[in-house]
């Protein structure tokens, strides 16, 4: 079964630090892995998918990146701002369901 | 716009009140999902469609159903809620089998059941 674990839990970091995100995987047959933002009590906001075959994508200031055979990706955010602050989820998808399976997120505070 | 629609948005609720939650998505997607979000649990998938008239159980089906009639439309239905059912939940949709095509979320439905 697959389990998807994001380290750390909760972060809090003044405005214009650089940042990175964690999240590891057990099972490494998957099709992609998605990070996904959620502000309080919103959707989910989709923010770089990465497949299975690339190591890396980015958007912005964000950088994904994805060791599928460590079953490990990173999300570095650059020059962060206070309207960076929100939760952020890790998620990787595979099966024969096409399941995505969540991370329990990181909840980021940008401070002014 | 691609845009994935749910509704309501906020329900309150009494058990045992039979209530179904709309999904409805605009980009011909083959495949939906459901997917309960809770506090220290994450977001499970309750149930999924590959295509219409085709769905199956995900991890948390109990005490849930859904049909897929239409392409476009997949409705969660609780025939007989209860307070263990209020939750945060969010539709989505994709186009499975490539692994390049990221699945769309809805703007979730906050649902009490009292």
């Known amino acids: 079964k697959q389990e998807v674990t994001q380290i750390p839990a909760a972060l809090s970091v003044p405005e214009g630090e650089n940042l990175v995100l964690n999240c590891s995987f057990t099972d490494s047959a998957i099709y992609n892995l998605q990070w996904f933002r959620q502000d309080p009590g919103k959707g989910l906001t989709s923010l770089l998918l990465i497949q299975s075959s690339q190591r890396e994508q980015t958007s912005g200031r964000l950088n994904a990146s994805l060791d599928k055979s460590s079953g490990r990706s990173t999300l570095y955010i650059a020059a962060s701002q206070p309207g960076d602050s929100a939760t952020y989820l890790c998620a990787v998808e595979g099966g024969s369901n096409y399941k995505l399976t969540f991370g329990k997120g990181t909840l980021l505070t940008v401070n002014p | 716009e691609a845009q994935v629609t749910q509704n309501p948005r906020y329900l309150i609720t009494v058990t045992g009140k039979k209530l179904t939650v709309t999904c409805s998505q605009n980009?011909?997607?083959?495949?939906m999902s459901w997917y309960r979000q809770d506090p220290g649990l994450g977001l499970r998938q309750i149930y999924y469609s590959m295509n219409v008239e085709v769905t199956d159980k995900g991890d948390v089906p109990e005490g849930y159903k859904v049909s897929r009639k239409e392409k476009r439309n997949f409705p969660l239905i609780l025939e007989s809620p209860s307070p263990n059912q209020t939750s945060l939940y969010f539709c989505a949709s994709s186009r499975p089998g490539t692994g390049g095509v990221k699945q769309y979320f809805g703007p979730g439905t906050r649902l009490t059941v009292t």
């Open positions: 980009m011909n997607h083959e495949y």
